[in-house]
């Protein structure tokens, strides 16, 4: 069955420190993969997706994914970590009509 | 841009009560997701609506029921709520499926007393 892993409950960076969230999917086609982010009471907005063609995907707020069918991965990076960027983050891989999603990743930034 | 609203941001009930969630979005997506969210457990999609009265059930369906009567608006019904039911609601939208984004609604924060 499809399936979407992140490894990682939580996360804490200092502030300016670069960042990377894991993500692990299982899936036999091409996946289509997503990364949302979902600040404190609020909903979920998309950072970036991947469907095809450059394995390095370029979003919002000065995030990257790279896509690495070898290892199915598709991690997210950020340089350098704003105390605003302190949310829950989802990664996920569309199935059909759907998305699965995997557990999400909080991620705490501090001074 | 897209905007997709719930009818209530906090809701409480009593076991047993029947409860509506109610969701609206204003693009004329064809297809409209309610999930639920639960600590550690990342969304789970309960039913989703590719088109005006139709629908399919999710991962979880059990214990809820859905209607769609217009386009830009997709109600998740608790026919009897439960304590275990006690969790955040999300709607989501698309204009297609799988491929194109999910836009969501800023969650229904339930509790079934």
């Known amino acids: 069955a499809q399936s979407v892993t992140q490894p990682d409950i939580h996360i804490t960076v200092s502030e300016g420190a670069s960042l990377e969230l894991r993500c692990n999917y299982s899936y036999g086609a091409t996946p289509y993969l997503f990364w949302y982010v979902q600040s404190p009471g609020q909903g979920l907005q998309l950072l970036l997706k991947?469907?095809?063609?450059?394995?390095l995907v370029q979003g919002i707020k000065g995030f990257e994914a790279e896509f690495k069918r070898s290892q199915s991965s598709f991690n997210l990076r950020k340089p350098s970590v704003h105390w605003s960027d302190a949310a829950e983050y989802f990664c996920a891989v569309g199935v059909g009509n759907k998305l699965v999603f995997g557990a999400g990743t909080i991620l705490r930034v501090k001074s | 841009d897209v905007k997709v609203t719930q009818s209530s941001r906090y809701l409480v009930k009593r076991t047993g009560e029947k409860v509506f969630l109610e969701c609206v979005q204003d693009?004329?997506?064809?297809?409209m997701f309610w999930y639920r969210q639960d600590p550690g457990l990342g969304l789970r999609l309960i039913y989703f609506s590719y088109d005006v009265k139709m629908k399919e059930k999710g991962d979880i369906p059990e214990g809820y029921s859905v209607s769609r009567e217009k386009k830009e608006r997709f109600s998740l019904i608790l026919e009897s709520a439960s304590t275990n039911q006690t969790s955040m609601y999300l709607c989501?939208?698309?204009?297609?499926?799988?491929?194109?984004?999910?836009?969501f609604g800023p969650g229904t924060r339930l509790l079934v007393l």
């Open positions: 693009m004329d997506h064809e297809n």
């Open positions: 991947y469907f095809s063609g450059d394995t």
């Open positions: 989501a939208s698309s204009l297609d499926r799988g491929r194109e984004t999910q836009y």
